[in-house]
């Protein structure tokens, strides 16, 4: 029997569900054996269409009643999901002293930004685009319309496995390929903002930044779980909330890790380099990156989660955690160097 799920006040036909967060609920294109797929959601409520609006880098379009069938098929297939966003009128984080409201649309609106922005080098570090065109028209996202004025937004990706799903957790390569990421989003003026362990996974053999709801173009700040305390001084935080902030959010998140040696023993350098660095006044010059810093209490996360031995990336957790203007590119030629 299908299971049911609610959702906007609505009895939905679920399954195939691959994953749930605050923001969406994430499902298999194509149907698993045994159980309905998002296009048979779809498909139960397709008299119900009023139109889908399709999202891409190229601008956006709308489909009418009489393709909404054809649309369904087509995007019933192996390799792809989609994320289906909580209806959500506005969630509010505060950024450089003011709030900031995200809506569902600011959702989409920002990884067609992304995957525009990484242009060629996409297929490369984006799961986000699924290379998807209906009658000509090239979308990542769409927005299905309902008779009655109500929107369901829908996110599509690459399908990816979880860190650990397939045997152990291969760091040197997993470090590379996120430092080459992240070098290259330097480049075009891009912070991912929530580098942790559940946003890294393996697809086609390489490591893959996901979710980037928190994301921020040029000098905007809003920082993740991991962001760099230094991120929230230049918001206007007080010091002193600041040095205890990530690990009241890990006491929740990952209490294993905040009980490391590893942990404890980074963490409190890093507090104590950034209270110098704040006391000298150099704070507000710093051009570091806090991906970076959150990579390095990632790397501490994968060994704890993972059990493994980390003492050869000791020296690189460090820098990673530091204030000292390390970049990716200092990082990859330290782990080409070992």
Same mark, same amino acid.
Request: aromatic fraction near 8%; proline fraction near 2%; hydrophobic fraction near 40%.
């Given at each position: ?331 990859? @030629?330290?782990?080409? @160097?070992?």
């Amino acid at each position: 029997m299908a299971r049911k799920t609610r959702r906007h006040g609505q009895e939905l036909i679920g399954g195939a569900k691959l994953g749930e967060g605050h923001k969406g609920v994430v499902y298999d294109l194509q149907c698993m054996t045994g159980e309905e797929s998002f296009c048979k959601i779809l498909d139960t409520r397709k008299k119900d269409i009023s139109g889908i609006i399709l999202h891409g880098p190229s601008g956006r379009s709308t489909i009418g009643t009489t393709l909404v069938a054809d649309f369904i098929k087509y995007i019933d297939r192996p390799g792809l999901i989609a994320k289906i966003l909580k209806n959500k009128k506005t969630s509010t984080r505060k950024s450089m002293g003011r709030l900031v409201k995200r809506r569902i649309d600011d959702e989409v609106r920002t990884n067609i930004k992304i995957i525009k922005l990484f242009g060629l080098h996409g297929d490369k570090f984006l799961s986000i685009d699924p290379h998807l065109s209906f009658h000509g028209q090239a979308f990542v996202a769409c927005t299905i319309l309902y008779a009655g004025g109500n929107k369901t937004h829908v996110l599509f990706g690459q399908k990816c496995s979880e860190l650990g799903s397939h045997g152990g957790v291969i760091v040197d390569k997993l470090l590379v390929d996120i430092l080459k990421c992240i070098e290259y989003m330097g480049t075009i003026k891009i912070r991912h903002n929530d580098i942790k362990a559940d946003n890294i996974m393996i697809c086609d053999g390489a490591y893959k930044l996901i979710d980037w709801g928190n994301a921020t173009f040029n000098n905007d700040l809003l920082p993740g779980l991991f962001c760099g305390p230094l991120a929230k001084y230049l918001m206007g935080s007080p010091v002193s909330r600041i040095t205890g902030l990530i690990p009241k959010k890990l006491a929740s998140k990952d209490p294993e890790m905040l009980k490391s040696e590893l942990f404890t023993r980074h963490y409190i350098r890093s507090v104590l380099e950034f209270k110098a660095l704040v006391k000298s006044g150099g704070a507000a010059t710093y051009k570091g990156s806090h991906d970076l810093y959150g990579l390095g209490l990632t790397l501490i996360q994968l060994c704890v989660r993972y059990k493994l031995d980390c003492a050869k990336y000791d020296t690189l957790i460090g820098l990673l955690m530091g204030y000292s203007g390390f970049t990716a590119s200092d990082a990859l @030629k330290l782990l080409l @160097k070992n």
